[in-house]
T-cell receptor
Framework: QKEVEQDPGPLSVPEGAIVSLNCTYS??????FMWYRQYSRKGPELLMY????GNKEDGRFTAQVDKSSKYISLFIRDSQPSDSATYLC???????????FGTGTRLKVLA | DVKVTQSSRYLVKRTGEKVFLECVQD?????MFWYRQDPGLGLRLIYF???????EKGDIPEGYSVSREKKERFSLILESASTNQTSMYLC????????????FGPGTRLTVL
């Protein structure tokens, strides 16, 4: 079983929809959780960063961490065609140096 | 504006060739990483360097070596390229605090024929 599981998609939604992207994980030591966005033929860039459990909001994006369920989510409100990209979750445990990445979910927002 | 640059966007090499992929960062970061990214497998860590001349193997170091002679530059070497090393290679850097953001380069798409 992989340490981090992420549905690869592709996920197609109409413009303006609310998008929910999710990752599950098995290692209860993970403390820091990130979402990266990767456009086609580009490197990933950090979108959201949360520590431990709870919610974090930044504009149209909300990151949610539920450590009891070992589940993290990224919500995108009022989705735009420019949000079309691959979204990667990543996490790291305290005392370690290595991020563990999900395989990424491809999102297409249709105009 | 923070920057991680990689020497080539696209590279085509023949089986058995020695291949050098170069990465340069301008943020004075201590940590640098090489990943490969394959469909369905996500990002897999090849090597990690935590300081000049210091390195650690990642999850898939076989067939690769690295060099870090200067803080800003981290090179990935394929000693004898094979077709199963066809992939997207991503370099990243980060400050010494491991809970900081990793900054990625644009990637090098390597094809080995």
């Amino acid at each position: 079983q992989k340490e981090v599981e992420q549905d690869p998609g592709p996920l197609s939604v109409p413009e303006g929809a609310i998008v929910s992207l999710n990752c599950t994980y098995s290692n209860s030591a993970f403390q820091y959780f990130m979402w990266y966005r990767q456009y086609s033929r580009k490197g990933p860039e950090l979108l959201m960063y949360t520590y431990s459990s709870g919610n974090k909001e930044d504009g149209r994006f909300t990151a949610q961490v539920d450590k009891s369920s070992k589940y993290i989510s990224l919500f995108i409100r009022d989705s735009q065609p420019s949000d079309s990209a691959t979204y990667l979750c990543a996490m790291i445990a305290s005392g370690t140096y290595k991020y563990i990445f999900g395989t990424g979910t491809r999102l297409k927002v249709l105009a | 504006d923070v920057k991680v640059t990689q020497s080539s966007r696209y590279l085509v090499k023949r089986t058995g060739e020695k291949v050098f992929l170069e990465c340069v960062q301008d943020m004075d970061h201590e940590n640098m990483f090489w990943y490969r990214q394959d469909p369905g497998l996500g990002l897999r860590l090849i090597y990690f360097s935590y300081d000049v001349k210091m390195k650690e193997k990642g999850d898939i170091p076989e067939g690769y070596s690295v060099s870090r002679e200067k803080k800003e530059r981290f090179s990935l070497i394929l000693e004898s390229a094979s077709t199963n090393q066809t992939s997207m290679y991503l370099c990243a850097s980060r400050p010494s605090d491991p809970y900081n953001e990793q900054f990625f380069g644009p990637g090098t798409r390597l094809t080995v024929l």
